[in-house]
């Protein structure tokens, strides 16, 4: 499986240490099971249809995009207000 972190690289950075951890973290238990309980996966509406969202901590998620040939592009990662409000 190919992931890519695409537009969220920069945010990801921006983000404290602790918060880079938990993604990294979260990143191992999607690569071995995408919809294992911990993750909280599930499909988006508008303005986000076609993908999917992941919970990284308590208030943090991480938008994402399943291409075909296993390919998996994390597009936006933030607190649910900053990303749903």
């Known amino acids: 499986m190919l992931y890519i972190i695409k537009n ?3 945010g990801l950075q ?3 240490p602790k918060i880079q951890a938990a993604f990294y973290k979260k990143l191992e238990i999607f690569y071995k099971d995408k919809y294992d309980e911990r993750l909280n996966n ?5 303005p986000f249809e076609g993908m999917r969202s992941i919970d990284i ?4 998620r991480a938008i994402f995009v399943e291409h075909s040939g296993n390919a998996v592009v994390f597009n936006k990662i933030g607190t649910h207000t900053e ?3």
Do not use: A, I, N, V
Request: a positive charge; glycine letters at 6%; charged letters at 30%.
């Open 14 to 16: 921006k983000l404290s």
């Open 57 to 60: 901590t308590g208030d943090y």
């Open 42 to 46: 599930h499909t988006l509406h508008w």
């Open 83 to 85: 990303l749903y409000e």
């Open 8 to 10: 969220s690289r920069k």
